[in-house]
């Protein structure tokens, strides 16, 4: 795990010093500041990305830097770099009948619910800040993490449109937990671990070696959970929270600037959490898709991000191209289609692995 | 002989030429009866030849009153009109105003909404849509509520106008007959301060209720300021 | 932010911070979807394909707290000022407005007989940029919010302001 | 167990809102999400149409209908220009017939490209909507063509046309007709018989029939709730008989008859007729004949009043003209059809969602330039 390895590197670097408790230290905050630094510039590429994609789909070019004096670069790439430096630097406005504590409070834990969850998501095998056996359990657990704060923002907002967003957020997120936590276990159980790297050593050998691949189960668990993570992450068709033409932006609706930014980035860092799990738990993770091609440890973030990337383009995909669900509707999908359904593949997989031995 | 009499004769003389020897008859003035008759008599010997069809242009109309110029259309309304009147003097006889039935039909309003009921049910009316409701402030204190009826069955348009005077403008509302009456109304309410009686929901609808004046009343003042904001006609009052 | 704007003396390294602020501001104004009348078609135009907003970074939000630039597009009414003014206090600060089409800029044709037309929104917020025609063409809508870019670009907002 | 009943809110959606088309406000009593009651508030675009017209005189009064309906500007000049007609009796000749009715079915086009865009966007579908705008862009490109503005034409005048039609117009507009026709068909395949949308439209916000009539809706969603009635066919004005075109009505194929999504679909289907329409005026158009030949030299129309409808893309709008023999009108009044339109949204839109009810405001297709006038 990073945090060991840098702990004895110093150790080895300033053998004679005594003080192994700031090493100690420096060696927890060194993975945390990488993981700030990689969600912000993450954050500012998938921002890009869904901004070139959707407008590709528009039939329109999207950012291209055109503008006067300093644009935005070419091809605007310097666009979402633009859009963070306004938003940091724009007025916050807390409204005087807020709830200040909470509204205050709401932007943070919604950073750290996906902020955390980047330590449990192994790019490689040794690039993964903290290899808990538990590992797919805490992602799912500190996800929900998002609710509390969606929550927070909607009723602290003192805003009719943000209350209904967090009111349909509470019910959706917490719904949908249950059809991909009934989908991993599925996984877990093939595999007989909770731990994320051990869920990627029972897929090696290449493309048929994944676990969607392993029995005829897997593509049904992978397609609740993906569009169950689609309505997790508040995206299209299951962005009621914050649908622009229903509740105006739901329950970011009264957050500004640096506030707003927050929300922004975490939307955009769940949805490469719940794309790293779907990655991890069906895809094979950090391997390559065939045997012996690339198949070292150097390439493995090269894979791991691609497959990643790949699940987000979908996603962005999705959200261009169909409407938006009801709220009844949803619960109905979620209560009377998906679990059901994920009970039967666990019970189906269940039997699977009895025959097979 | 004046150009206007020679008309009258031509007119006259289709008129009998076509069958209608009656409204030669029928006409007051000796001496175009005279010469029509003889003119009728002379066509048909084949001395003279027939005048030409023509028709009468609004302006040439010995009385002067209001005819519409719709061609095809002017007659369909008009035998509606003429249909609903006969109907409407059968079942309440006091309540035409008018004598001309051409385009229109001038009610009482005390009425008005039984007759808007039947107007409705009675089968070979059956105005079932009120396609236009409007008002209008017409000279010497009167405002006029009028309706253009149309029923969807029959395919057929009349028009009812309803008079009241600015200091008593009531009249009954329809909204319960015609579910579209209830924005109409309001608009009217709104424009010209027509009171509809036994209207659910007598608000302003276009202005803002703290609104002053009736807009489209001809005396119609405009307010000076309107919380704060000035309302002026012409930009001199500005800064 | 309001702590620091106008606080600093001018030096070389507020100078720089400067022209990186104003130019995040200028290339992102996000614009606040307003719009009251036959305008709003118009800028619904320019922010569609053909015309493309988002080339010069300009996307459409629908809450007035996350815009930057509000576009009055249409007529305002006496019945509407009100809320027009709302809408622009509620908007955060740094905020622009741009006033698009003749009836925004003065009342357009409804300047004499309209009795309940606002004869220019300038009269309850204050305008930054002018777009006038009515409707002005999505060319000309993008004319007027290139102006403001450069406008926004020529602030200093963390220089102190001479007295 | 009982139900649980919490407080009733009450929710101002509007006068800025993404969902209202414009200015509307609608003042909605929700229990959680179920709406029971909307009250809509208008007037926020009240532009004194009304009293213009008594102002300005017969000429002046059209850029003011342009105003009125931003989206079909042609059409409510049509309007206009065949109540003057028929009050003032003027005949215009075979060519001006053939160009009004050519620029009437392409606004149409137009118009029910952008609602059916807009139902699209009120359901959080974002690409058909651009897509609509981006074919409408080139029909505004036809009307530029013909007479230089691409919104507010001003284009039809009582008793002719401003302008002839420019060398080339025929050509341009098969040319379009042809880029135009696969693209309702990609139009239709990614909204109508896209599942989710179908599952948010049909069923929803059903207009029977009577209630339709009784609130005086008109148009396609008259049409909609399957009353088969269209003034073009009915009550002909212009040369409408002329052409043979089908009048589509909602059948409930996704449904029951009258739900939001027969209101869509009628509208798309309209837009086929409508190009169909277009390409039959191109085929037999007139070479000759001059568009200012039957202009009146002063509009001085007899004294009286004259009711007149025509077929927009909303429905029957109505122009109540009054005139008391003097240059300006006495008293005008427009019967707008999303007025009407906008009177039902309580009967049809309570009791569902607070998602329903948008999805049936944006199927009811207003403009709130006609709404307040």
Redesign the interface.
């Given at each position: 795990m990073t945090v060991d390895y840098i702990f004895e590197g110093l150790n080895q670097m300033f053998s004679g010093f005594t003080g192994n408790e700031i090493f100690l230290i420096i060696a927890i905050l060194l993975p945390c500041v990488g993981c700030f630094i990689f969600i912000a510039l993450y954050g500012l590429v998938a921002i890009y990305a869904e901004l070139k994609v959707?407008s590709f789909?528009?039939?329109?070019t999207g950012p291209m830097g055109q503008g006067v004096g300093l644009h935005a670069g070419k091809w605007g790439l310097l666009q979402p770099v633009a859009d963070a430096i306004k938003l940091i630097l724009k007025e916050d406005i807390i409204p005087s009948s807020a709830d200040r504590p909470l509204y205050i409070l709401a932007p943070f834990i919604i950073f750290i619910g996906a902020f955390v969850s980047f330590v449990a998501i192994p790019f490689g095998e040794k690039v993964i800040v903290a290899d808990m056996n538990i590992g797919i359990f805490y992602i799912l657990g500190i996800g929900s993490l998002a609710v509390i704060a969606i929550i927070l923002a909607g009723w602290s907002s003192n805003n009719?449109w943000a209350l209904?967003g967090g009111m349909?957020s509470a019910a959706q997120i917490v719904s949908y937990e249950i059809p991909a936590g009934i989908s991993l276990v599925v996984v877990i159980m093939l595999t007989s671990s909770l731990s994320m790297q051990e869920i990627i050593g029972y897929q090696s050998g290449g493309m048929f070696g994944w676990i969607l691949f392993d029995n005829p189960f897997m593509p049904i668990a992978f397609v609740i959970y993906f569009i169950s993570a689609l309505a997790e992450t508040n995206r299209?068709?299951f962005?009621?929270p914050e649908?622009?033409?229903?509740l105006?932006a739901g329950f970011v609706t009264e957050y500004s600037g640096m506030r707003y930014a927050f929300f922004f980035l975490s939307e955009y860092a769940n949805m490469f959490v719940v794309s790293a799990v779907a990655v991890t738990a069906f895809l094979g993770g950090w391997q390559s898709p065939f045997p012996n091609f690339l198949n070292t440890s150097g390439w493995s973030v090269f894979w791991m991000m691609s497959k990643i990337s790949l699940l987000i383009f979908v996603m962005i995909w999705i959200r261009?191209?169909?409407?938006?669900?009801?709220?009844?509707?949803l619960m109905h999908l979620c209560w009377k289609v998906f679990i059901p359904i994920g009970l039967f593949n666990v019970f189906g997989v269940a039997i699977w692995i009895i025959v097979r031995g | 002989m004046t150009e206007n009499q020679q008309k009258l004769i031509d007119e006259l003389v289709n008129k009998g030429l076509d069958g209608d020897m009656d409204a030669v008859n029928a006409h007051q003035d000796r001496m175009v009866r005279a010469k029509a008759k003889s003119m009728i008599m002379k066509i048909q010997k084949g001395i003279l030849k027939r005048p030409p069809l023509k028709k009468i242009s609004?302006?040439e109309v010995p009385n002067g009153d209001?005819?519409?110029?719709?061609?095809k259309?002017e007659n369909k309304q008009e035998s509606t009109s003429a249909k609903v009147v006969r109907k409407l003097l059968e079942k309440f006889p006091n309540e035409i105003e008018n004598e001309e039935f051409d385009?229109?039909i001038q009610l009482k309003p005390d009425k008005w909404f039984e007759i808007a009921t039947w107007l409705k049910s009675e089968p070979e009316l059956f105005f079932?849509?009120?396609?236009?409701q409007?008002g209008?402030?017409v000279q010497d204190d009167i405002l006029e509520s009028?309706y253009?009826l149309h029923s969807?069955k029959h395919?057929h348009?009349v028009?009812l106008r309803i008079a009241v005077s600015r200091s008593n403008a009531k009249i009954p509302s329809v909204e319960k007959i015609?579910?579209?009456a209830?924005?109409f109304e309001r608009e009217t309410y709104d424009?010209l301060g027509i009171e509809y009686i036994g209207h659910s929901d007598l608000r302003?609808?276009?202005?803002?209720d703290d609104w002053e004046g009736w807009?489209?009343r001809k005396d119609?003042q405009e307010q000076e300021t309107y919380h704060g904001i000035i309302v002026p006609k012409m930009k001199e009052g500005w800064e | 932010m309001g702590l620091f704007t106008n606080k600093f003396q001018d030096n070389i390294i507020v100078e720089k911070l400067d022209k990186l602020l104003s130019w995040g501001r200028s290339t992102s104004p996000w614009f606040f979807?307003?719009?009251?009348?036959?305008c709003?078609?118009?800028m619904?135009?320019a922010a569609?394909?053909?015309h493309d907003l988002k080339r010069i970074g300009m996307i459409p939000r629908?809450s007035?707290r996350q815009a930057d630039v509000m576009i009055v597009a249409?007529?305002v009414?006496m019945?509407?000022a009100i809320?027009v003014k709302k809408?622009y206090e509620q908007m955060a600060d740094p905020k622009y407005v741009v006033a698009m089409g003749s009836c925004a800029t003065s009342g357009g044709?409804?300047w004499?007989?309209?009795?309940?037309?606002l004869k220019g929104v300038d009269l309850v917020i204050p305008v930054d940029v002018y777009v006038p025609g009515?409707?002005p063409?999505p060319e000309s809508l993008i004319e007027g919010l290139l102006k403001l870019q450069e406008q926004i670009l020529e602030e200093r907002p963390l220089t102190r302001k001479m007295a | 167990m009982g139900v649980v009943h919490g407080e009733e809110?009450v929710?101002n959606i509007g006068?800025?809102?993404?969902?209202t088309h414009?200015?509307l406000r609608l003042q909605v009593r929700t229990d959680g999400?179920v709406v029971s009651k909307i009250t809509p508030y208008?007037?926020?675009?009240?532009?004194?149409f009304?009293?213009?017209c008594?102002?300005?005189t017969y000429e002046q009064v059209i850029?003011?209908t342009d105003?009125c309906d931003?989206?079909a500007s042609m059409s409510m000049n049509f309007g206009y220009v065949v109540a003057m007609e028929?009050?003032?009796?003027i005949k215009v000749n075979e060519r001006v017939e053939y160009i009004r009715i050519i620029m009437a079915e392409l606004q149409r086009i137009a118009s029910h490209l952008?609602c059916t865009g807009v139902f699209?966007?009120?359901?959080?579908?974002?690409?058909p909507?651009?897509?609509a705008?981006?074919d409408?862009?080139r029909i505004?490109d036809l009307f530029e063509l013909t007479c230089g503005a691409?919104?507010?034409y001003n284009y039809m005048w009582v008793g002719g046309l401003s302008h002839d039609l420019p060398v080339g117009f025929v050509e341009s507009t098969f040319k379009f007709l042809d880029y135009f026709e696969p693209k309702i068909d990609e139009l239709e395949n990614?909204l109508a018989h896209?599942k989710?949308?179908v599952?948010?439209s049909a069923d929803i916000g059903v207009m029977p029939k009577d209630?339709a009539?009784?609130?005086?809706v008109t148009g396609p969603n008259l049409r909609a709730s399957g009353?088969k009635?269209d003034l073009r066919k009915?009550?002909p004005y212009s040369i409408y008989d002329r052409f043979e075109f089908d009048v589509p009505i909602g059948q409930g194929l996704k449904g029951t008859v009258g739900d939001c999504w027969d209101r869509f679909y009628v509208r798309i289907l309209e837009i086929r007729e409508s190009v169909k329409i277009v390409r039959q005026a191109l085929a037999s158009i007139p070479k000759d004949g001059d568009v200012h030949q039957s202009l009146p030299k002063k509009i001085r129309p007899?004294?009286?009043?004259?009711?007149a409808?025509t077929e927009t893309p909303r429905g029957?709008l109505?122009y109540?003209i009054?005139s008391d023999g003097s240059p300006i009108p006495?008293?005008l009044?427009m019967?707008s059809p999303a007025?009407?339109a906008l009177?039902?949204l309580d009967?049809i839109g309570g009791g569902w969602?607070?998602?329903?009810v948008?999805a049936i405001l944006g199927s009811l297709d207003i403009v709130?330039?006609e709404i307040?006038?």
């Open positions: 959707s789909i528009h039939d329109k009719k209904y349909r299209t068709p962005d009621l649908s622009e033409s229903e105006v261009f191209t169909v409407p938006r669900l009801r709220v009844d509707q | 609004p302006e209001i005819v519409q110029n719709q061609e259309k385009s229109h079932d849509s009120l396609q236009c409007m209008i402030d009028r253009n969807m395919n348009y028009e015609w579910r579209v209830d924005w424009m302003r609808i276009l202005l803002p807009p489209l119609y | 979807q307003f719009g009251t009348a036959c709003a078609i118009e619904m135009a569609a394909s053909r629908s007035p249409g007529t009414t019945k509407m809320r809408l044709p409804y004499q007989h309209g009795y309940h037309v009515c409707p063409r | 809110m929710l006068p800025q809102h993404p969902a414009g200015v999400e208008m007037g926020y675009l009240h532009r004194c009304e009293k213009h008594e102002n300005v850029p003011f105003r931003y989206l028929r009050l003032m009796d952008l699209g966007l009120d359901l959080g579908a974002f690409t909507f651009l897509w705008l981006r409408r862009e505004l691409r919104l507010l990614i896209n989710i949308l599952e948010r209630i009539i009784s609130y005086g009353v009635w009915d009550d007899p004294k009286g009043s004259v009711y409808r029957d109505g109540y009054e006495y008293r009044k019967r007025f009407t009177s039902v009967e969602l607070l998602s329903d948008l709130l330039g307040d006038r």
